[in-house]
């Protein structure tokens, strides 16, 4: 009974995928489309662990239990369940005058890879308004060596798996996920879309665009996007043999364009 049930969410999980690939533009559909797949995930696991309490129902229960709740206004009293305390330390500390102010942002991180991933997850324990992740790409057990994802996330999306680990970090952050190439023909209409129109209010672009990308093609896309709309953004990128990179500040009409200065580090 438990390997049929196993069978027919993995069946299901399949199809959702499927349907959330040809959904579009409608971001509170693709929304409400992965909840329903989050939850098939879920039992999934359930169901993996049947029998097994050490590792499998145990594990679940652990994951969900230590998800917090929203917190509606960040507060610096230094307590041990206030997970800003040590952020807002830094408006005592004289650093920044505004701490709070980092709720109303919107950046877009595009590549989930091992540059995006940490900026994604530093940029969700500061407590950033919202993140709008870009990524056509899978996670893989080769992932493992040094990115935030898990074994369980083996065949996910990564900006799937991405924003299943990112909000139990922080429940208070709002989060879009969209798993397709941004240089294709079909999806770059969207992808400007999402950077035109994609802030808390939906009225207003983003602030910061993060090119996380691993290929020339991917960080020429960008640009044209980024061009387009007047768009700031920050080009970044590791070398092959991982002990040199670089990155570099893109504000079209003010800076250099990346056609016209492109990096070393590609």
Known sequence: MAEEARRIVAALDGRLE???EGVGCDVHVRDEIMTVRNGLVDL???LAGEGNESNGTEAVTREKGARRSKIKTMSAEVVADNPYSRLMALKRMGIVKDYERIRGFTVAVVGIGGVGSVAAEMLTRCGIGKLILFDYDKVELANMNRLFFR???SGLSKVDAARRTLE???PDVEFEAFN???TSTEKFEHFLDRIRRGSLDSER???LVLSCVDNYGARQAINTACNELGQTWIESGVS?????GHIQLMKPGVLAFF????PLVV
């Open 18 to 20: 499927r349907i959330i």
């Open 44 to 46: 999934g696991r359930l």
């Open 151 to 153: 074994p369980e996330h």
């Open 168 to 170: 139990q970090i922080n």
């Open 180 to 182: 397709y190439d941004i």
């Open 205 to 207: 672009p983003v602030d």
């Open 240 to 244: 092959e043999d991982a002990v040199s």
């Open 259 to 262: 056609s016209c200065a492109p």
